[in-house]
Nanobody, 118 residues
């Protein structure tokens, strides 16, 4: 199993930037996909961005963040990062680090809160 721990959340004004980081430990060698999801109050958890761990990084973004957020990974450090720029109040949510193993098993971090004030 993979353990995930996020950091970097906080309060920022609209138009500002934040960088989230997630460190993976445990059976990281079995990880196929890393990424970020978010859940706003009263809403369902939604995909933000994913990146494949090996080979050429295959990246997907939600339409709502494409062009503003950048996902990256550091295989040597077992980390996945999310650079969030031009933040909007609607980006306010708890952000969860995510991994999926080649077996299909999913793991989640405890979440880090991001609040964007208008």
């Amino acid at each position: 199993q993979v353990q995930l721990v996020e950091s970097g959340g906080g309060l920022v004004q609209a138009g500002g930037s934040l960088r989230l980081s997630c460190v993976a430990s445990g059976m990281v060698f079995s990880t196929d996909v890393l990424g970020w999801y978010r859940q706003a109050p009263g809403k369902q958890r939604e995909l933000v961005a994913t990146i494949t761990r090996g080979g050429n990084a295959n990246i997907k973004y939600a339409d709502s963040v494409n062009g503003r957020f950048i996902i990256s990974r550091d295989i040597a450090k077992n980390t996945v990062n999310l650079q969030m720029n031009s933040l909007k109040p609607e980006d306010t949510a708890v952000y969860y680090c995510y991994s999926k193993a080649v077996t299909g098993r999913e793991s989640w971090g405890p979440g880090t809160e991001v609040t964007v004030s208008s």
